[in-house]
Protein backbone atom coordinates (compact mmCIF):
# COMPACT_ATOMS: atom_id res chain seq x y z
CA UNK A 1 0.00 0.00 0.00
CA UNK A 2 0.92 3.50 -0.95
CA UNK A 3 1.78 6.26 1.74
CA UNK A 4 1.37 9.71 0.98
CA UNK A 5 2.27 12.61 3.68
CA UNK A 6 0.08 16.03 2.80
CA UNK A 7 1.01 18.72 5.11
CA UNK A 8 -1.72 21.62 4.78
CA UNK A 9 -2.26 25.07 6.22
CA UNK A 10 -5.47 24.88 7.74
CA UNK A 11 -8.35 22.74 8.65
CA UNK A 12 -10.53 23.63 5.94
CA UNK A 13 -7.29 22.57 3.85
CA UNK A 14 -7.08 18.75 5.40
CA UNK A 15 -10.71 18.39 5.46
CA UNK A 16 -11.16 18.91 2.18
CA UNK A 17 -8.29 17.12 1.42
CA UNK A 18 -8.87 13.94 3.34
CA UNK A 19 -12.03 13.36 1.55
CA UNK A 20 -10.55 14.69 -2.22
CA UNK A 21 -7.46 12.29 -1.69
CA UNK A 22 -9.25 9.09 -0.21
CA UNK A 23 -12.40 9.47 -2.78
CA UNK A 24 -9.92 9.48 -5.57
CA UNK A 25 -7.42 7.08 -4.59
CA UNK A 26 -9.02 3.74 -2.70
CA UNK A 27 -5.89 1.73 -1.53
CA UNK A 28 -3.46 4.67 -0.39
CA UNK A 29 -3.16 5.90 2.82
CA UNK A 30 -2.79 9.47 3.03
CA UNK A 31 -1.53 11.13 6.12
CA UNK A 32 -2.79 14.63 6.11
CA UNK A 33 -1.32 17.09 8.59
CA UNK A 34 -3.41 20.36 9.43
CA UNK A 35 -0.36 23.01 10.13
CA UNK A 36 -2.46 25.86 11.32
CA UNK A 37 -0.97 28.38 8.78
CA UNK A 38 2.04 28.82 6.49
CA UNK A 39 4.89 30.02 9.03
CA UNK A 40 4.09 26.58 11.11
CA UNK A 41 4.20 24.64 8.15
CA UNK A 42 7.37 26.24 7.02
CA UNK A 43 8.89 25.92 10.25
CA UNK A 44 8.24 22.30 10.56
CA UNK A 45 8.53 21.80 6.93
CA UNK A 46 12.06 20.15 7.55
CA UNK A 47 10.68 17.74 11.01
CA UNK A 48 7.97 16.84 8.84
CA UNK A 49 10.59 15.85 5.49
CA UNK A 50 12.79 13.42 8.42
CA UNK A 51 9.55 12.09 10.10
CA UNK A 52 7.83 10.87 6.59
CA UNK A 53 11.09 9.69 5.45
CA UNK A 54 12.21 7.57 7.93
CA UNK A 55 8.72 6.43 7.83
CA UNK A 56 9.28 5.10 4.85
CA UNK A 57 6.30 6.88 3.28
CA UNK A 58 6.02 7.22 -0.51
CA UNK A 59 6.45 11.19 -0.51
CA UNK A 60 5.75 14.19 1.26
CA UNK A 61 3.69 16.89 -0.09
CA UNK A 62 3.58 20.27 1.18
CA UNK A 63 0.03 22.23 -0.20
CA UNK A 64 0.24 26.18 0.35
CA UNK A 65 -1.27 29.23 -0.80
CA UNK A 66 0.75 31.59 -3.04
CA UNK A 67 -1.13 34.36 -0.86
CA UNK A 68 0.59 37.66 -2.54
CA UNK A 69 3.69 35.98 -3.64
CA UNK A 70 3.85 36.79 -7.84
CA UNK A 71 5.23 32.80 -8.31
CA UNK A 72 6.43 29.53 -6.98
CA UNK A 73 10.10 30.03 -6.73
CA UNK A 74 9.26 33.10 -4.63
CA UNK A 75 7.15 30.79 -2.21
CA UNK A 76 9.94 27.76 -2.66
CA UNK A 77 12.33 30.48 -1.53
CA UNK A 78 10.03 30.23 2.24
CA UNK A 79 11.17 27.14 2.94
CA UNK A 80 14.90 26.76 4.62
CA UNK A 81 17.58 25.30 2.44
CA UNK A 82 17.61 21.81 2.48
CA UNK A 83 13.93 21.51 1.80
CA UNK A 84 14.33 24.13 -1.72
CA UNK A 85 17.16 21.85 -2.44
CA UNK A 86 15.24 18.68 -2.74
CA UNK A 87 12.06 20.49 -3.90
CA UNK A 88 14.69 21.12 -7.35
CA UNK A 89 15.33 18.16 -7.96
CA UNK A 90 14.39 16.09 -10.81
CA UNK A 91 10.22 15.41 -10.71
CA UNK A 92 11.16 11.79 -11.75
CA UNK A 93 13.94 11.18 -8.46
CA UNK A 94 11.72 13.60 -6.47
CA UNK A 95 10.41 12.33 -2.67
CA UNK A 96 8.69 15.77 -1.88
CA UNK A 97 6.86 18.03 -3.80
CA UNK A 98 5.39 21.96 -3.02
CA UNK A 99 2.55 22.81 -4.62
CA UNK A 100 0.51 26.09 -5.11
CA UNK A 101 -2.51 27.14 -4.93
CA UNK A 102 -2.76 30.50 -6.43
CA UNK A 103 -4.27 32.50 -4.61
CA UNK A 104 -5.80 30.52 -1.86
CA UNK A 105 -6.83 26.88 -1.64
CA UNK A 106 -10.31 28.33 -2.99
CA UNK A 107 -8.58 29.10 -6.59
CA UNK A 108 -8.99 25.23 -6.82
CA UNK A 109 -12.56 25.30 -5.84
CA UNK A 110 -13.02 28.09 -8.99
CA UNK A 111 -11.15 25.75 -10.56
CA UNK A 112 -14.22 23.13 -10.66
CA UNK A 113 -17.03 25.83 -10.57
CA UNK A 114 -19.76 22.98 -11.05
CA UNK A 115 -18.40 22.09 -7.38
CA UNK A 116 -19.68 24.95 -6.13
CA UNK A 117 -22.77 25.32 -6.95
CA UNK A 118 -23.15 21.86 -6.39
CA UNK A 119 -21.85 22.33 -2.75
CA UNK A 120 -24.01 25.26 -2.57
CA UNK A 121 -27.51 23.42 -3.63
CA UNK A 122 -27.99 26.00 -6.17
CA UNK A 123 -26.92 24.50 -9.88
CA UNK A 124 -28.54 27.46 -11.87
CA UNK A 125 -26.54 30.28 -10.11
CA UNK A 126 -23.30 31.25 -11.83
CA UNK A 127 -20.37 31.64 -9.44
CA UNK A 128 -18.06 34.72 -9.56
CA UNK A 129 -15.27 34.65 -11.92
CA UNK A 130 -12.06 33.40 -9.95
CA UNK A 131 -9.97 35.82 -8.36
CA UNK A 132 -8.65 33.20 -6.48
CA UNK A 133 -9.16 34.92 -2.77
CA UNK A 134 -11.17 33.48 0.05
CA UNK A 135 -12.91 36.88 0.20
CA UNK A 136 -14.69 36.31 -3.43
CA UNK A 137 -15.45 32.72 -2.09
CA UNK A 138 -16.68 34.25 1.09
CA UNK A 139 -19.00 37.06 -0.29
CA UNK A 140 -20.28 34.44 -3.01
CA UNK A 141 -21.08 31.96 -0.04
CA UNK A 142 -23.29 34.07 1.33
CA UNK A 143 -24.85 35.82 -1.06
CA UNK A 144 -26.13 32.54 -2.27
CA UNK A 145 -26.81 31.46 0.92
CA UNK A 146 -28.87 34.69 2.24
CA UNK A 147 -26.28 35.29 5.33
CA UNK A 148 -24.87 38.43 6.03
CA UNK A 149 -22.19 37.54 8.04
CA UNK A 150 -19.64 34.47 7.37
CA UNK A 151 -19.73 31.25 6.47
CA UNK A 152 -18.45 27.77 8.41
CA UNK A 153 -14.87 27.08 5.76
CA UNK A 154 -14.68 23.81 7.51
CA UNK A 155 -18.18 22.85 6.54
CA UNK A 156 -17.85 24.70 3.08
CA UNK A 157 -14.92 22.58 2.15
CA UNK A 158 -16.64 19.47 3.27
CA UNK A 159 -19.42 19.84 0.85
CA UNK A 160 -16.91 21.00 -1.56
CA UNK A 161 -14.70 17.53 -1.58
CA UNK A 162 -18.03 15.27 -1.94
CA UNK A 163 -18.80 17.54 -5.29
CA UNK A 164 -14.95 18.22 -6.46
CA UNK A 165 -14.05 16.73 -9.63
CA UNK A 166 -9.96 16.63 -10.23
CA UNK A 167 -10.68 16.05 -13.96
CA UNK A 168 -12.17 18.76 -14.10
CA UNK A 169 -10.58 21.54 -11.87
CA UNK A 170 -7.49 20.23 -13.58
CA UNK A 171 -8.61 21.57 -17.03
CA UNK A 172 -9.53 24.96 -15.20
CA UNK A 173 -5.96 25.43 -13.17
CA UNK A 174 -2.66 24.59 -13.85
CA UNK A 175 -1.05 24.68 -10.62
CA UNK A 176 -3.66 21.93 -9.79
CA UNK A 177 -2.80 19.63 -12.75
CA UNK A 178 0.82 20.16 -11.79
CA UNK A 179 -0.32 18.77 -7.98
CA UNK A 180 -2.12 16.31 -9.56
CA UNK A 181 0.25 15.21 -12.12
CA UNK A 182 2.64 14.63 -9.23
CA UNK A 183 0.95 12.92 -7.30
CA UNK A 184 -0.44 10.52 -10.01
CA UNK A 185 3.03 10.02 -10.90
CA UNK A 186 4.71 8.56 -7.58
CA UNK A 187 1.51 6.77 -7.47
CA UNK A 188 2.62 5.10 -10.24
CA UNK A 189 6.01 4.43 -9.13
Known amino acids: M ?4 VAVEG ?3 AIFWDKVLHRSFTGVRFNIRDLKGLPKLL ?4 SLFDTFRDARYDALFYLVDADDAPCVSEVRRSFDER ?6 TPKADRWSFLSVAFRDLESWYFADRLAILE ?7 TPPPSDGRKATLAT ?6 GRRLGYDERQF ?6 HFDPARARQSSPSFDYFWSCLQSVLSR
Open 83 to 88: ITTTLT
Open 43 to 46: AAAS
Open 119 to 125: ALGNPSS
Open 11 to 13: PSD
Open 157 to 162: AAKMAV
Open 140 to 145: YIRHES
Open 2 to 5: KRIA
